[in-house]
């Protein structure tokens, strides 16, 4: 009858010593969530592409579409210009998902096109310091020259690239 008690309390001191472990790792995990959560964290994104002005200096159509790419961090615009007097305007949205302040440090373009064949403009927002959950706009104006004859299909990328300011 001894053994058998002694068998129970045993039986019972592991089973008690299981919960109180499991209890534990649960706490455990989730003080380490809150942490996480709590740390601070850098990242700017594009969030959107908003197609602006088109304005169509002939009867056809300007075809255009555009891709976020990069872990949103490029916008790659593509478009058919017919000719010297169409135009197009687009407002990149960037902005600051983290929980850091952070600046934009350059815009780095590339493009299938010869610099005489387009102009491109954008606002200035080199420096410009977004602080968290803040959104930044970035205005692109691409239009032909008026000496050029287009018809022709680009791809212009643009990347955004940001620092950490503190």
Do not use: C
């Not at 088109?54 to 579409?65: A, L």
């Not at 005489?116 to 310091?129: A, F, M, P, R």
């Amino acid at each position: 009858m001894k053994k058998k008690n002694l068998n129970n309390i045993i039986i019972l001191i592991l089973s008690i010593t299981t919960i109180l472990v499991g209890i534990s790792f649960i706490y455990v995990s989730m003080r380490l969530t809150a942490l996480e959560k709590n740390k601070p964290k850098y990242e700017v994104k594009i969030l959107n592409v908003e197609e602006g002005t088109i304005i169509n200096g002939t009867k056809k159509v300007i075809n255009n579409d555009y891709n976020i790419t990069d872990n949103n961090k490029t916008v790659e615009l593509n478009f058919k210009l017919n000719d010297q007097k169409d135009s197009i305007s687009y407002k990149v949205v960037i902005k600051n998902t983290g929980t850091l302040p952070a600046q934009i440090d350059n815009i780095i373009e590339r493009t299938n096109y010869s610099k005489s064949y387009l102009n491109i403009e954008y606002n200035d927002i080199l420096g410009e310091v977004i602080n968290p959950n803040e959104e930044i706009n970035l205005e692109i104006s691409i239009s032909a020259p008026k000496k050029e004859i287009l018809t022709k299909d680009f791809t212009y990328k643009l990347s955004i690239l940001t620092s950490n300011i503190e």
